[in-house]
Antibody, heavy 121, light 107 residues
Framework: QVQLQQWGAGLLKPSETLSLTCAVY????????WNWIRQPPGKGLEWIGE???????NHNPSLKSRVTISVDTSKKQFSLNLSSVTAADTAVYYC???????????????WGQGTLVTVSS | DIQMTQSPSSLSASVGDRVTITCRSS??????LNWYQQTPGKAPELLIY???TLQGGVPSRFSGTGSGTDFTLTINSLQPEDFATYYC?????????FGQGTKLEIK
């Protein structure tokens, strides 16, 4: 059974950098795309970006150049950095797997538990 | 970006009812349409992918149809655990985008 466990700082000040890490347990890491998705309180879901085991990544242009997604295949982990945060970045952040090996077009079948990140001065 | 529009935004129904939620994309996405269920405080759970394929473990009262730009999620014989928020998502092209959600409430 695949499990995703995520962690990171939950309270940030404006202009700081958000950092989250997601570890994958119980399944293969290689061959899949790994995603970050966020959800502001009481609102809908927004895809942030994805990365595969080779480091090939894509991100949502709406976040411009603030997003960095990295991978550590040896640890079966991937990470999200979001720089220069503002209150608008307050959200629950989820990591998730894309279903299907070597495919970036599948659904997100396994999700982390979510991390609430609050940006406040 | 491909815009995803769900309707209705909210829906009241009773246990045993049949409900249908619609999702429309701003351009053709073939059958790259996925449905998720989310309950408060939990991560979304995948219900249906490829417009009509049921994810493993999902009850057969859930079904999906559609292709191109118009899609539907149908829940037959609503159960108490089905009252939740439902999201559609396109995985045809990046950035992946979601509908705004449909909140299904008990009447």
């Amino acid at each position: 059974q695949v499990q995703l466990q995520q962690w990171g700082a939950g309270l940030l000040k404006p202009s700081e950098t958000l950092s989250l890490t997601c570890a994958v347990y119980g399944g293969s890491f290689t061959g899949y795309y790994w995603n970050w998705i966020r959800q502001p309180p009481g609102k809908g879901l927004e895809w942030i970006g994805e990365i595969n085991h080779t480091g090939n990544s894509n991100h949502n242009p709406s976040l411009k150049s603030r997003v960095t997604i990295s991978v550590d295949t040896s640890k079966k982990q991937f990470s999200l950095n979001l720089s220069s945060v503002t209150a608008a970045d307050t959200a629950v952040y989820y990591c998730a797997r894309t279903k299907g090996t070597y495919s970036a077009s599948g659904p997100n079948d396994y999700w982390g538990q979510g991390t609430l990140v609050t940006v406040s001065s | 970006d491909i815009q995803m529009t769900q309707s209705p935004s909210s829906l009241s129904a009773s246990v045993g009812d049949r409900v249908t939620i619609t999702c429309r994309s701003s351009q053709s996405i073939s059958r790259y349409l996925n449905w998720y269920q989310q309950t408060p405080g939990k991560a979304p759970e995948l219900l249906i992918y490829g417009a009509s394929t049921l994810q493993g473990g999902v009850p057969s009262r859930f079904s999906g149809t559609g292709s191109g730009t118009d899609f539907t999620l149908t829940i037959n014989s609503l159960q108490p655990e089905d009252f939740a928020t439902y999201y559609c998502q396109q995985s045809y092209s990046n950035p992946r985008t979601f509908g705004q959600g449909t909140k299904l409430e008990i009447k």
